[in-house]
């Protein structure tokens, strides 16, 4: 088998179908994906459904109980709440985020995730904790799974001593994206709030991403000065606003007035497309040119116990969320958890086209719809050119 | 190994925790429950959890696609369009409503749902077929799965011709409830619609379970109508409405009211608790006193590619949709498609006491919660007595 430069041998696997396609082959050399590959391992992909590296893009690593025994999830029902209690059950559980992080990162990779956004929480009791475990998680999967880090004040910055600068040591030491949250429900104070993640995100040069759960005309007022900050700062592209709930409840005109200012700054949305709570539609979003991408939130966490390490099941979410029911609808639903979220996220090389980087996935299904509704093991995962999963199996 | 009155083997079960409660052993002698089984084969419950069968509350078996190729979805958005393409549907691809039926009603036995209410279509284009095709799935999995049949009029009634009359030859011939849909919306003249439906209730002594998708005022006006009926006949505890879509868009005065007037006759809620709709939630008919249980609708069929033929699968829809997060609450959930169910579709026997008729579910789960998160393969499902699922592996 040759050796490429990367050190991995080329990979050619034949007989897929990219996204539902005409069936192919197609070829990795060097970690990525090509035109051909000399001396390389052949795998037959059985007449699979091809999909490029799934991307989950708005998660928390950190707070995961996975791989631990069950949590008897006990909390009370407000926000402020939640965030408190599990200040308190960190302490209690001795949880390790580094384990739990590292063994929910290899379940989203034997599902097929490749690349994610991972908020890491930051607050007085934990500093950089989480952050620095994020970041071991993301060394022990380097290669192979690209992982943007959130340097996330969970708890506020402006109500929490300290918060500002622990920050600002985060992303001077490898956070890749300024968080945010609540401006005027959690933080209480919104102006001085978005002043220390507008003031970070111009230091370090990197984009944002605010947690906004905020509804109705409170929602619509954080962004509104989110927005008002974004465009002074011609911050164009760089900026997610993560849940965005207002915009599911503001009446249609000022919710389009709002998208179409978010569409000039090109601003995005993160969406869980939650159940239970008004959400900015994948339509409205659409049809006002606003990228919008797909994350899970936490996965059986002290928030929630829900959650599955897949983003064809989150795919999946978005789909009945939106009402999605036709096979051409539900290639929306992809794209969230795929292209969009590449671009939502600003991951680089991402795609099917040779040079883009080797993520790959095969799943036994027709059309992207039944990828999305079975949701089978995956029969094979490439990431970075290496191959990661063989018939549902990790094998790194 | 001794045989009982029923012809099965005596069962016992060690090391159970029912409901997650305290370990023992149950029982099976005769097809029940009892508190001792002599000379019965013994199982290893391995200190999994126990509940009892699951209960399907509202499914379409003759629709399903399930076990044939994937249906590629291509229809319009109104439901009046999805009925009459479902009508064409059926005839391009030669649907076979026995083998679907059947195909699904034992994907449904492999994950414990041991009984099921199937609404079974009616109209003049297939008269009494998938009526009778649900009959022959039932026979089929006679003594095991206790299925009942709605007599279903799809397509309306007044403005069909001989569906009225095909619905009584239906509920002569073996079918054991009245359907019913949108007496406006669909039907167009609800007062003739309801006389049908509510004469037949009462010529044939049957309950009647009707499908009411309108929302806001217009569903108000024919649940009200409904109720009216209801009242006046009696009916106390013989009629459940389907979706009810509009008890989650009224103003929550009104919607109290008709829950209120709901509980008074024991009208029952059966409920799928979808995504992108308002639904009557399990927080206002628990306060109302009104008994509220789940169903998965259709299953990957002509109107939605969605759908798992596992009641554990719902119950976590029904907790994503009303925001249950707390182990405590995900048991209303699990209420849902255990013993709300067995009360609103009339099971009798039902339960985990001696006596109820021996359906068993054991899962590998700590809690009801992580059950239905985590949604694992059944180790062992018995049902009227018998073993029909070991290791997730349909026996029978």
């Given at each position: 088998m040759a050796q490429a430069k990367s050190g991995l041998p080329g990979l050619t696997i034949r007989n897929v179908r990219p996204?539902?396609?005409a069936a192919s082959d197609v070829h990795v050399r060097d970690g990525r994906i090509a035109a051909s590959a000399d001396n390389a391992e052949i795998v037959d992909g059985g007449g699979a459904l091809?999909?490029?590296?799934?991307?989950?893009?708005?998660?928390?690593?950190?707070?995961?109980?996975?791989g631990a025994p069950w949590h008897r999830n006990t909390i009370g029902p407000t926000r402020a709440e939640r965030i408190a209690h599990e200040r308190d059950w960190r302490v209690a559980t001795n949880h390790d985020a580094e384990a739990r992080s590292l063994a929910l990162a290899r379940a989203f990779l034997a599902n097929g995730t490749t690349r994610m956004r991972a908020h890491a929480d930051i607050d007085p009791s934990?500093?950089?904790?989480?952050?620095?475990?994020?970041?071991?998680?993301?060394?022990?999967l380097g290669g192979i799974m690209d992982i943007q880090i959130v340097a996330f004040p969970q708890s506020g910055i402006v109500c929490q001593k300290g918060v500002a600068d622990m920050m600002d040591a985060a992303l001077a030491g490898g956070a890749d994206v300024v968080g945010g949250i609540d401006p005027c429900s959690i933080d209480r104070d919104p102006v001085r709030h978005l002043d220390v993640?507008?003031?970070l995100a111009s230091k370090h040069g990197k984009p944002v991403d605010i947690h906004l759960h905020e509804t109705g005309e409170m929602g619509a007022f954080s962004l509104d000065l989110i927005l008002e900050r974004t465009e002074a700062l011609g911050l164009v592209g760089q900026v997610t606003i993560s849940h965005g709930f207002c915009l599911g409840t503001l009446p249609v005109a000022e919710c389009d007035a709002l998208l179409a200012r978010m569409a000039r700054v090109d601003m995005r949305i993160a969406t869980t497309a939650p159940a239970g709570i008004p959400v900015p539609t994948l339509a409205a979003c659409r049809a006002a040119g606003v990228t919008i991408y797909g994350g899970n939130d936490g996965i059986r966490d002290s928030w929630t116990?829900?959650?599955e390490p897949d983003m064809l099941d989150r795919a999946m979410h978005i789909g009945l969320r939106n009402g999605l029911r036709r096979d051409d609808e539900l290639e929306w639903a992809l794209e969230c958890v795929t292209s969009a979220a590449a671009v939502g996220c600003g991951f680089a090389g991402y795609g099917l086209a040779p040079g883009c980087?080797?993520?790959?996935?095969?799943?036994?299904?027709?059309?992207?719809?039944?990828?999305?509704?079975?949701r089978p093991a995956r029969r094979?995962?490439?990431a970075g050119g290496r191959v990661v999963v063989r018939d549902g199996i990790l094998v790194v």
């Open positions: 996204l539902g396609g091809l999909l490029p590296g799934l991307i989950e893009g708005h998660t928390h690593l950190d707070k995961t109980t996975w934990i500093g950089l904790r989480h952050v620095h475990a994020t970041q071991r998680t993301r060394e022990s993640v507008f003031g116990p829900y959650g980087r080797a993520d790959l996935v095969l799943v036994d299904a027709e059309t992207v719809a039944e990828a999305i509704v079975r094979l995962v490439v």
